[in-house]
């Protein structure tokens, strides 16, 4: 299966976590072995967190202005926003070799998540991919 770092970043955040059987646990963790990012793929697709920033303060406690711009300076923290950034090599799809029971396991995942509508904007390519059908009106073939 042919996928871009957004869609790898997808299916590991929505593979299942609990209430799954010993047997499912092993897919789970294989798949997401095989979708999540080596070390190398981190260094070429330059993958990142994106952390929070705060403003550097001087001794008095007040932000620090950078004379060119007029804003205050700032600085990384440690908290995480949550987000990820990569460059425009992740746009390009690669082969990741996804095995029987794992693609069972990501249509089941995608098929329940579509029924409880919580499947956002960015997975139209995944359920593409995959062959979800709208679990309210069938296959999109038929419009």
């Not at 955040?13 to 799954?20: A, E, Q, R």
């Amino acid at each position: 299966m042919k996928l871009n770092v957004l869609e790898r970043l997808l299916l590991v955040s929505v593979l299942p976590k609990d209430g799954i059987s010993i047997h499912t646990m092993r897919v789970v963790n294989e798949l997401g072995n095989t979708i999540g990012f080596s070390e190398a793929d981190l260094k070429k697709y330059e993958i990142k967190d994106i952390v929070e920033q705060e403003p550097v303060l001087n001794n008095n406690g007040k932000p620090v202005i950078d004379k060119k711009t007029g804003k205050p300076k700032m600085r990384d923290t440690k908290k995480s926003t949550g987000k990820v950034q990569w460059n425009a090599k992740g746009f390009e799809e690669v082969e990741i070799e996804i095995g029987e029971r794992g693609a069972e396991v990501i249509v089941d995942t995608l098929q329940r998540l579509s029924k409880e509508k919580k499947l956002g904007m960015q997975f139209l390519s995944l359920i593409e991919k995959f062959n979800i059908e709208d679990p309210e009106h069938g296959s999109d073939e038929s419009k």
